[in-house]
């Protein structure tokens, strides 16, 4: 397979007049052609600052402080401006949580695909109002026919979602950054959603970066996923690695916190006491220390570098060190 993205300690902070936040403090991963990537963190963990740098999206005070972004080959971060526009016009796309705000309400949903399809195809209006119909049938919008003349008020939350996500698609792009593409809508609809970008991943081979606070909303969709915390990748792995075998204790809180559907309207969720680290005065230590429940005084004092179990998952955390005391941790699988 071909890697089409390589992130390599990458740091991104954003200079604010209280201190130097340090939202991204040197997170490296990849992601090979037509794979689908899961970040997952909570709020404030990094994570959409790592998209916004990799699509070099950063609002001011942002900057991308160090490291590499390989996409195709091709460092990102060396990129002008206006390579910049083209590569994101054309290569690579985005969709975000709310896609009433991407939307323009003055504009049907048609003229809006047409006007993308336009833009990166060179194809006569008749032909991107065609590509604009197959578009909506593609992403499931139902008589896409009739529908095509719409304005964004008379669709639905999930059908806008649709429609962007069709408009992302419409400059045929390698690489779709997601990010809590479905946080705004309801459960069922999210369901659909999300099975619309594993078929897309299918049928239009486009490799996928899904970011979301929600391990359950990847476990369908990611091959691989990415666990950040603190501006740091906490862990790192398969998706059956990172559900079946975790080997952090924020990966295990994470998991106990997915909404469990099978326990109906008594559903458990059991959310991680304690909020995330101050990322002007980084912890010197593990950032997870100050909520981790196998906290021992050298993750005060050290930041633990990765422990790999075996190729491909890996974990920073001292538990998993030689030297470190056994303990019996909480995943109903025995070290
Ligand atoms: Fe917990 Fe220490 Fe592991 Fe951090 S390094 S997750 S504090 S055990
Ligand atoms: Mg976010």
């Known amino acids: 397979t071909e890697r089409i993205l390589e992130v390599k ?22 992601l090979e052609k037509g794979e689908a990537l899961g970040i997952v963190g909570e709020s404030g963990s990094g994570k959409s600052v790592t998209s916004m740098s990799v699509m070099r999206l950063l609002q001011y005070p942002g900057i991308i402080k160090e490291g590499e972004v390989f996409f195709k080959g091709e460092d990102l971060v060396k990129k002008s401006k206006a390579e910049m526009m083209s590569v994101r016009g054309n290569q690579i796309a985005m969709i975000f949580q709310d896609p009433m705000t991407s939307l323009n309400p003055v504009y049907t949903i048609g003229n809006q695909i047409m006007e993308a399809v336009i833009r990166h195809q060179k194809v006569s209006k008749t032909e991107a109002r065609e590509r604009a119909i197959d578009m909506l049938k593609l992403v499931g919008i139902p008589s896409p026919e009739t529908r095509v003349d719409n304005y964004p008020h008379e669709f639905s939350g999930g059908m806008r979602q649709r429609a962007m996500i069709a408009i992302a698609l419409s400059c045929e792009p390698d690489l779709l950054i997601a990010d809590e593409p479905t946080t705004a ?42 666990v950040m915390y603190g501006g740091l990748i906490m862990e790192e792995g398969r998706a059956e690695d990172i559900f079946y075998e975790p080997l ?43 909520r981790c429940p196998y906290a021992m005084k050298i993750c005060l004092d050290h ?19 030689q030297d470190a005391p056994t303990v019996e941790l909480d995943t109903g699988v025995r070290r």
């Open 185 to 226: 809508l309801d459960v069922t609809i999210q369901a659909q959603i999300l099975e619309l970008l594993k078929d897309l991943r299918t049928k239009v081979n486009t490799s996928i970066i899904l970011i979301t606070h929600d391990l359950g909303v990847v476990a369908d969709v990611c091959s691989r996923i990415v």
């Open 9 to 30: 300690n990458m740091k991104t902070s954003f200079h604010t007049h209280v201190g130097e936040v340090q939202a991204v403090r040197g997170v490296s991963f990849h």
């Open 303 to 321: 930041q633990p570098g990765y422990y790999e179990r075996k190729p491909g998952h890996k974990a920073a955390c001292w538990l998993h060190h």
């Open 248 to 290: 952090h204790p924020y990966t295990m809180g994470l998991l106990k916190s997915i909404p469990r559907l099978d326990l109906g309207h008594k559903q458990r969720l059991v959310p991680i006491p304690g909020s995330p680290p101050d990322l002007i005065k980084p912890p010197k230590g593990c950032p997870f220390a100050a």
